[in-house]
């Protein structure tokens, strides 16, 4: 069950005035909040400090966050944690970000990229980095007009179209946090062949952002 | 430091490991300092953060708990709790006029030292920062007078270099200020200071030189290296 077919979290979202089953133009409000793209539920979010859009993002989010958090040795109870952390850092920096800087999913994994490894510091009691290091102070112009498209700079797809020992390699080194000599332990092979495998996928997306930056 | 198109850059390797978190502070430190006036390098931490992107959006969603949304939005409802006012420690004095970049302003500098005749190191003060039990890392500035030689030595590991005035040289090249010089257990080296001008480095090494000549060991206890 979706949070929306819940009345309680209806109304805690903001979506009814009272906890009864909402009006037709609620309705229809919910729906196009439901399909919006996840760059301009940030948007609304900066914006009108709009609930509904942060329960949608947060549903859409959350879970990946946690494979993500799970990946990198994060006990259940720890990766919820960090995945609370980094959704409450979403709602409170939104409107630092700049859809023309980066897609919603870039943002948000470089906030829990880098809350991460706050944790592991605090955790060994060294200092953490400096809070607005990593934050970009940008403040997106308000128009309630604006309607963002999927700003997909297509990675998603070119990330599909390596060949899969690269994306293997990839997914590894990112996601479950293995160095490349603990990568070529684990899948029996040479260091050479991760590091050049490694290479090969980074250059490859790396000129493939750069086209779509037109350099 | 301006934003000047550095010639020597940290390998792609080193930079998706401070991008992942997997190096000390000290490096850390060096690398976010170097990239701070470094476009290239800029460019591939998005790069990688893109990488890390995409790859949240194909992950395969694990369920959360039941009441994590509802968690969720009553944390949102409450109002941020004041940022612990940590007061930032002063610049000392002998460093206020070297116009540091904006990254190493307020760290936390030790008093400096002369470690030779035309030398002061003023070491950064990072807290507990390791690689092992054996192994500690040191982070600190370097200010060498012109035309001086360091003697040759080599590394008991990873030694990161950030020219931020002047310049050296070594056998791999030669180092103006944004560039960066990373050496490695196994790779001696005599860095020359250029001529025409004070050259001042950031530093961050693992474990300790090995000094290779009589003079560079007879300086060791001076130089705490």
């Known amino acids: 069950m979706t949070f929306d077919q819940n009345p309680q979290m209806r109304f805690a979202v903001g979506m009814t005035n009272t906890p009864d089953s909402p009006s037709h133009e609620a309705a229809a409000h919910s729906q196009a909040i439901r399909e919006a793209s996840s760059e301009h539920l940030i948007h609304v979010i900066a914006q009108q400090r709009d609930r509904h859009a942060y329960a949608v993002l947060f549903e859409r989010f959350s879970g990946r966050l946690k494979a993500f958090a799970m990946g990198r040795g994060l006990d259940e109870q720890a990766a919820e944690d960090l995945v609370q952390d980094t959704m409450l850092l979403v709602w409170r920096k939104a409107e630092s970000f700049d859809p023309q800087k980066a897609q919603a999913s870039t943002w948000i994994y470089t906030i829990i990229r880098n809350l991460r490894i706050d944790m592991a510091r605090k955790a060994a009691r060294a200092k953490p980095l400096p809070d607005d290091l990593w934050m970009d102070n940008v403040v997106v112009a308000s128009d309630d007009q604006m309607i963002f498209e999927q700003r997909a700079t297509g990675i998603n797809e070119e990330l599909k179209r390596l060949p899969k020992e690269q994306v293997e390699v990839v997914r590894l080194s990112f996601f479950e946090d293995l160095t490349q000599t603990q990568i070529a332990s684990a899948l029996n092979l040479p260091l050479g062949t991760v590091k050049s495998r490694l290479r090969l996928a980074m250059v490859r997306l790396r000129g493939f952002i750069d086209k779509k930056a037109g350099f | ?225």
């Not at chain 2, 792609?12 to 490096?27: A, C, I, K, S, V």
């Not at chain 2, 694990?62 to 109002?79: H, N, T, V």
């Not at chain 2, 807290?127 to 060498?144: N, Q, R």
């Open chain 2, 1 to 225: 430091m301006n934003a000047s198109i550095c010639s020597h850059h940290p390998s792609f390797e080193l930079l998706l490991d401070y991008h992942q978190g997997r190096l000390g502070l000290g490096p850390s430190l060096v690398l976010e300092t170097h990239i701070g006036h470094c476009r290239e390098c800029q460019a591939q931490i998005k790069a990688f953060d893109q990488v890390g992107g995409a790859l949240i959006d194909e992950a395969d969603s694990l369920p959360m708990s039941d009441q994590a949304l509802a968690l969720s939005l009553a944390r949102i409802e409450r109002p941020a709790a004041p940022a612990a006012v940590q007061p930032k420690p002063a610049l000392p004095p002998y460093l206020r006029d070297l116009n540091l970049p904006e990254r190493l302003k307020h760290e936390r500098f030790k008093s400096r030292y002369w470690g030779a005749p035309g030398v002061w190191i003023a070491p950064i003060d990072l807290g507990e920062d390791v690689v092992s039990k054996e192994m500690p890392i040191k982070t600190f500035l370097m200010h060498v007078a012109p035309g001086l030689t360091m003697p040759a030595h080599d590394h008991q590991g990873l030694e990161m270099t950030l020219v931020l005035q002047g310049g050296f040289s070594d056998d791999a090249g030669h180092y103006e200020v944004g560039d960066l010089a990373i050496r490695d257990e196994g790779e001696v080296h005599s860095p020359m200071i250029a001529n025409n001008d004070n050259c001042l480095s950031l530093v961050s090494q693992y474990g300790s030189i090995k000094p290779k000549t009589l003079l560079g060991k007879l300086l060791m206890p001076f130089a705490k290296l």
